[in-house]
């Protein structure tokens, strides 16, 4: 505890002084008066037993009464001392203290000197040795308990030595000449000691002045590594840690029965941001939408945080009623969407999706809502750009089923419970199948059928394709086995499955063991968003696939960004126009144009192009009539299992409807 009151005394010494010498002076002090007690307890006793060996030979007050005098007031001197210990960080009080300690030293020694002076007429025989004695060594002494003060030793021995030598050596030159010289000497090396004793106190100041100033670094370096380590470096905001941790705080601050509200924004668009302009831009962007929910969600009482990327979280306190969240939400969403100016000098947008924890639920802990606002948000980002979610009853049931099939599909060995289903990409020139794609249908044993649409998104969200896709990969290439050699066969890859070098090269693998004659028959089929993460990746990975014979396809044409980039680096075999152009290319010139200018690139670069989801003849035959001829859709068939689609293989069957189609000229790439 010594220690530590010793650490605190120095750095509130070391922050008030003003220079190096006043620390030192307090330090000084503080040593000094440390000893004084010891000192006046000691010049008391002295004192007192001197008074009682002249009590017969003396009067009283010189041999009882200076002596009470002395001893109360070396009382009243110790008590002030005493009190006064909490005051010697103070420079200017220091600074008065000592003034007052060095007259006192010379008031203490005129007093003795005076009251030996007093004494010395009755000292005879053995009082005047004892006198000798006591007027010799009381001021050495004395002064070993102001030792860290040399000029008040240095007051102390010059009296002393004065006194001695007009009482005794005047008096008695034969007896007391000969013991100057050496109290001379020893006082002089007294006062050594005391200066050397200063000197250590003042580098015992330096070097603890140097510690504090690098304790102090220390913690401001561990400071800052805290701030740096609970903030985001690029918005300053806090990040995902330091949100987890706020939210916990909200939610153990909730009166019983209340809670947050805690919300996940999103910004829609943000990556095509970032490849049209640099990350200079999408920084800046980023930003400035940190900017306006920090200055936002704070009004409300809230904290936002950048949990990373483009996705950021606010919390909201538990007295905000549902409408104002829901309006809040909603003013978020428009400040978000403003224009922001980027480093170009360009002018730019995004929008935001936002999803909100909800009130309506008992939940365990803080992480039950972040939860709660993370599946608001996916079901937002399926909506139109800048929708606000709110945490629901549906909601519920829909994660307690996303749990279910999440924990079945963990468990599931694909390779029995996955089987493919076929649906035919149709040449209208001849009603002869350019290829089948190949979709998978699951059957768990736990849970039933589980349509696709349900596990897909599952198996993304977690992560969770890649065993999934090399399933349906090894059984395309067991069902190529049997097929007829005219049959080929189109495999879809998610984003992850196109982006993991793993998976990529778990599938190489698989084909280079196949024949050439296999290999080409096969298509693999990307969507562009799933170009948009890491294109250099994705090229380096669709490029072993080329390599080994197998062509490439580009699905949902027209829906991604930057897709003539695509067209122009990636030299896609097929390309797909997305079935939202089809279902409105009969009542919308536009969507006809647009399928009509697409068909005519890709007859231009030497690329099939394949116009997907036609549900009816009217979509046919405009589709026809906009120059392309290759269709995918439930007009013809709907997906068919592997051996009912033997037979349209092998000629046996063909579709219904194309007796009747208007023959068409050939012109595209088959």
């Not at 309006?327 to 224009?339: A, I, R, T």
């Not at 007009?635 to 068409?664: C, D, I, N, R, W």
Request: proline share 4%; aromatic share 8%.
């Amino acid at each position: 505890m010594q220690r530590i009151s010793d650490i605190k005394h120095y750095r509130a010494m070391l922050h008030n002084a003003r220079s190096m010498d006043e620390a030192v002076m307090m330090e000084q002090i503080r040593a000094t008066t440390q000893n004084l007690p010891a000192l006046y307890v000691m010049l008391c006793v002295a004192a007192f037993s001197l008074g009682l060996c002249f009590l017969e030979a003396a009067p009283l007050y010189l041999t009882l009464g200076i002596p009470a005098f002395f001893i109360v007031g070396s009382i009243l001197r110790i008590s002030h001392w005493q009190m006064s210990q909490a005051d010697f960080t103070d420079p200017d009080k220091a600074k008065r203290d000592f003034r007052a300690m060095e007259i006192g030293s010379v008031t203490i020694f005129i007093v003795l000197g005076g009251w030996i002076c007093l004494l010395f007429p009755y000292a005879e025989g053995a009082r005047e040795t004892q006198l000798a004695l006591f007027t010799g060594l009381i001021g050495p002494v004395g002064m070993m308990c102001s030792m860290p003060r040399p000029r008040i030793v240095a007051i102390g021995l010059i009296g002393t030595l004065f006194v001695f030598s007009a009482l005794f050596v005047l008096a008695h030159p034969a007896s007391y000449s000969f013991i100057v010289v050496p109290m001379a000497v020893s006082y002089l090396v007294f006062f050594k000691v005391s200066y050397a004793h200063k000197q250590r106190i003042v580098e015992s100041v330096n070097l603890h002045s140097e510690l504090v100033s690098e304790n102090e670094r220390a913690s401001g370096l561990a400071e800052s590594n805290r701030f740096l380590a609970l903030s985001d470096t690029l918005t300053g905001l806090p990040n995902r840690r330091r949100f987890f941790e706020q939210i916990n705080l909200f939610f153990d601050r909730c009166p019983d029965g209340e809670m947050p509200i805690v919300g996940l924004v999103d910004l829609d668009g943000f990556k095509p941001l970032n490849d049209v302009f640099g990350h200079s831009a999408g920084d800046a962007v980023l930003v400035e939408t940190a900017a306006r929910l920090k200055t936002a969600v704070a009004r409300r009482g809230g904290v936002v945080a950048r949990l990373g990327g483009d996705e950021f979280a606010y919390v909201l306190p538990w007295d905000m009623c549902r409408k104002d969240v829901l309006d809040f939400s909603e003013e978020l969403v428009k400040q978000v969407g403003h224009p922001v100016i980027l480093p170009s000098g360009d002018t730019s947008r995004v929008s935001a999706s936002i999803g909100l924890s909800s009130r309506g639920f008992e939940v365990a802990s803080a992480k039950d809502l972040l939860e709660q606002a993370d599946f608001a948000l996916f079901r937002a980002k399926e909506q139109a750009a800048g929708a606000v979610v709110e945490f629901s009853s549906r909601h519920a049931e829909s994660k307690r089923r996303e749990v279910l099939v999440h924990q079945a599909f963990k468990n599931a060995r694909l390779d029995r419970e996955i089987h493919l289903v076929f649906q035919p990409i149709i040449d209208t020139h001849d009603g002869t199948i350019s290829r089948c794609e190949a979709l998978a249908r699951w059957d768990s044993p736990e849970i039933g059928m589980v349509p696709p649409g349900e596990f897909v998104p599952i198996a993304e969200k977690a992560g969770m394709t890649q065993e999934m896709t090399l399933a349906v990969f090894r059984k395309v290439i067991a069902q190529l086995k049997v097929w007829p050699d005219n049959a080929c066969i189109a495999v879809n890859l998610s984003a992850q499955d196109v982006n993991s070098q793993q998976c990529t090269d778990l599938m190489a693998s698989m084909l280079i063991r196949q024949p050439p004659s296999l290999r080409k028959r096969i298509s693999i089929e990307v969507t562009e968003t799933s170009l948009l993460t890491d294109f250099t990746e994705v090229h380096k990975n669709l490029m072993k696939f080329r390599e080994l014979g197998v062509k490439i396809a580009l699905d949902d044409f027209g829906t991604g960004f930057s897709s003539l980039r695509y067209l122009q680096e990636l030299e896609f075999d097929i390309v797909k126009i997305d079935r939202s152009f089809v279902s409105s290319i009969e009542s919308n010139d536009k969507s006809f144009g647009l399928v009509r200018t697409i068909s005519r690139l890709c007859r231009s670069l030497s690329i099939a192009c394949v116009a997907e989801g036609v549900e009816t003849r009217e979509e046919l035959e405009h589709v026809r009539a906009a120059g392309c001829h290759l269709v995918q859709g439930f007009y013809f068939s709907t997906p068919l299992t592997a051996e009912k689609m033997l037979p349209y293989l092998t000629g046996e069957e063909s579709f219904e409807g194309m007796g009747t189609l208007v023959p068409v000229p050939r012109r595209d790439v088959a």
